[in-house]
């Protein structure tokens, strides 16, 4: 078994992986990067972010033809759908994104050692290839950057065929005519947008009183009333009690809350109830690493785990399990080994849920900020009274400030609405700043644009919206 020397070994190449690698490597490093799967980007762009959103878009295309090109006035007669190139076209955007980091570690001159990763002492990762070989890598410090896996459902236990992932509802081989989605989260909200816009009868059943819980009440509300309006049906405050496979059928007993039962069938179930970190076979417990109940590896506020030379981050420590924040510990964790001063803001990471429209939020809700005992103001501007939203036929939705009614920082921003998820980095920058809501009613916004219901939300902070 031979046996291979680095400055830093990164464990995972997901996206805090990789580009812990990349910032390691520009950093002077010499680094090595071990992965199990074939390719490299994890789960977001092998069967995550990246797939989910090339279906997104595809499926939008697709429902705007069957639904909204006549009020533009364009006729389309006998539109059709080929679901064979719309995955093929899905699985084309994977894999140039994929090469493409094949190639960024390339030119980083990173290794990539294709295998299983274990710790086996605090400098050295034993590696199992496919072929059941081993090898040994050693280095100074270490990152683990394993990711998550769904979190199972004990009622209706993943079969891979008929009660599914995230991970096979992306390569449905037909429209299914009904599919149940278990967890009204951004997975699961997502994927049931894609197939209901191909034609599926959508049923979301959540165990909470609304969907996507983290985010704001009223954004939640607005959205459930959009996807109720575009066909998706919604079973609140219901949890899954057992589902059976039945040929090519399943039977879902659910019960709401009031303990009153009922009978739902469909060809799929999608179980999308959350992620749990993927640790396992990793060796932490070997060499003295602890992880807390949910299965997250206890780090401090420098990522460095019980044992110095070893940091965690992204979906394997505490705090949101998305990719941009992964992608940021990954930087900070590189910079911290290299002796200079990484950090995170966790209280400017955005939220989105990719619908149509979008859901993106930044900061508090009107909830925490109640729990935190913060006095605050509110100001919302819906896109309906805006000249970009109406000329585009996109008119659901608002845009809601919310700031300190003594010092008017910034707290959070909410958006339901089109291009939530790119509007949502000017909040995200005023709040890394510092900035306040004035700071935003202040600044020229171009004219027209679905920006301007930004400004106009600020404005309204203090009741001085101009066009509403």
């Given at each position: 078994?031979?046996?291979?020397?680095?400055?830093?070994?990164?464990?995972?190449?997901?996206?805090?992986?990789?580009?812990?690698?990349?910032?390691?490597?520009?950093?002077?490093?010499?680094?090595?990067?071990?992965?199990?799967?074939?390719?490299?980007?994890?789960?977001?762009?092998?069967?995550?972010?990246?797939?989910?959103?090339?279906?997104?878009?595809?499926?939008?295309?697709?429902?705007?033809?069957?639904?909204?090109?006549?009020?533009?006035?364009?006729?389309?007669?006998?539109?059709?759908?080929?679901?064979?190139?719309?995955?093929?076209?899905?699985?084309?955007?994977?894999?140039?994104?994929?090469?493409?980091?094949?190639?960024?570690?390339?030119?980083?001159?990173?290794?990539?050692?294709?295998?299983?990763?274990?710790?086996?002492?605090?400098?050295?990762?034993?590696?199992?290839?496919?072929?059941?070989?081993?090898?040994?890598?050693?280095?100074?410090?270490?990152?683990?950057?394993?990711?998550?896996?769904?979190?199972?459902?004990?009622?209706?236990?993943?079969?891979?065929?008929?009660?599914?992932?995230?991970?096979?509802?992306?390569?449905?081989?037909?429209?299914?005519?009904?599919?149940?989605?278990?967890?009204?989260?951004?997975?699961?909200?997502e994927m049931g947008s894609v197939w209901s816009r191909l034609g599926s009868k959508v049923t979301v059943v959540e165990f909470q009183d609304r969907i996507?819980?983290?985010?704001?009440?009223?954004?939640?509300?607005?959205?459930?009333?959009?996807?109720?309006?575009?066909?998706?049906?919604?079973?609140?405050?219901?949890?899954?009690?057992?589902?059976?496979?039945?040929?090519?059928?399943?039977?879902?007993?659910?019960?709401?809350?009031?303990?009153?039962?009922?009978?739902?069938?469909?060809?799929?179930?999608?179980?999308?109830?959350?992620?749990?970190?993927?640790?396992?076979?990793?060796?932490?417990?070997?060499?003295?690493?602890?992880?807390?109940?949910?299965?997250?590896?206890?780090?401090?506020?420098?990522?460095?785990?019980?044992?110095?030379?070893?940091?965690?981050?992204?979906?394997?420590?505490?705090?949101?399990?998305?990719?941009?924040?992964?992608?940021?510990?990954?930087?900070?964790?590189?910079?911290?080994?290299?002796?200079?001063?990484?950090?995170?803001?966790?209280?400017?990471?955005?939220?989105?849920?990719?619908?149509?429209?979008?859901?993106?939020?930044?900061?508090?809700?009107?909830?925490?900020?109640?729990?935190?005992?913060?006095?605050?103001?509110?100001?919302?501007?819906?896109?309906?009274?805006?000249?970009?939203?109406?000329?585009?036929?996109?008119?659901?939705?608002?845009?809601?400030?919310?700031?300190?009614?003594?010092?008017?920082?910034?707290?959070?921003?909410?958006?339901?609405?089109?291009?939530?998820?790119?509007?949502?980095?000017?909040?995200?920058?005023?709040?890394?700043?510092?900035?306040?809501?004035?700071?935003?009613?202040?600044?020229?916004?171009?004219?027209?644009?679905?920006?301007?219901?930004?400004?106009?939300?600020?404005?309204?902070?203090?009741?001085?919206?101009?066009?509403?």
């Amino acid at each position: 078994m031979a046996e291979q020397n680095f400055d830093l070994i990164v464990i995972g190449a997901g996206p805090g992986g990789y580009v812990a690698a990349i910032r390691a490597a520009q950093l002077g490093m010499k680094v090595a990067c071990v992965e199990k799967d074939k390719t490299l980007g994890g789960t977001c762009l092998n069967i995550g972010c990246i797939p989910s959103k090339a279906l997104l878009d595809s499926s939008e295309h697709f429902a705007h033809v069957k639904g909204k090109l006549s009020r533009h006035g364009i006729v389309v007669k006998d539109v059709g759908l080929d679901l064979g190139v719309m995955l093929k076209r899905k699985d084309q955007v994977v894999s140039g994104l994929t090469q493409g980091i094949a190639g960024l570690f390339k030119k980083n001159k990173i290794v990539h050692a294709h295998g299983m990763g274990k710790l086996v002492s605090s400098t050295e990762v034993e590696v199992t290839k496919a072929d059941g070989s081993k090898e040994k890598l050693s280095a100074k410090n270490i990152i683990l950057a394993t990711g998550s896996e769904p979190t199972p459902l004990p009622s209706a236990p993943f079969d891979g065929k008929r009660v599914v992932s995230s991970t096979e509802a992306l390569s449905f081989s037909e429209i299914p005519a009904r599919l149940i989605v278990v967890g009204g989260g951004a997975i699961g909200l997502e994927m049931g947008s894609v197939w209901s816009r191909l034609g599926s009868k959508v049923t979301v059943v959540e165990f909470q009183d609304r969907i996507v819980p983290f985010a704001d009440r009223q954004a939640s509300q607005e959205l459930l009333k959009v996807l109720t309006r575009q066909g998706l049906e919604f079973k609140l405050s219901t949890k899954v009690t057992q589902a059976k496979v039945s040929g090519k059928a399943v039977q879902v007993e659910v019960e709401d809350a009031s303990g009153k039962k009922d009978k739902l069938e469909a060809e799929y179930v999608l179980v999308a109830i959350g992620r749990r970190p993927f640790s396992q076979n990793l060796g932490l417990k070997e060499i003295g690493i602890p992880q807390d109940k949910a299965g997250r590896v206890e780090v401090d506020a420098h990522f460095r785990t019980k044992v110095p030379n070893i940091y965690a981050i992204g979906d394997l420590i505490r705090g949101p399990m998305l990719a941009h924040k992964a992608e940021d510990e990954g930087i900070a964790a590189a910079e911290i080994i290299a002796g200079q001063h990484g950090h995170v803001n966790y209280e400017a990471i955005p939220n989105i849920v990719y619908t149509w429209p979008e859901l993106a939020s930044v900061g508090l809700n009107e909830d925490e900020c109640k729990a935190k005992g913060l006095t605050y103001k509110v100001g919302t501007f819906p896109f309906i009274a805006n000249g970009r939203a109406k000329a585009m036929d996109e008119v659901e939705g608002f845009v809601k400030v919310i700031a300190d009614s003594k010092t008017d920082r910034l707290l959070g921003m909410h958006i339901v609405g089109p291009r939530a998820s790119d509007m949502i980095a000017e909040a995200v920058m005023v709040m890394e700043f510092g900035g306040s809501a004035e700071d935003i009613a202040r600044s020229t916004h171009a004219h027209p644009t679905l920006a301007e219901v930004v400004k106009e939300a600020a404005l309204a902070v203090d009741k001085r919206q101009i066009h509403m």
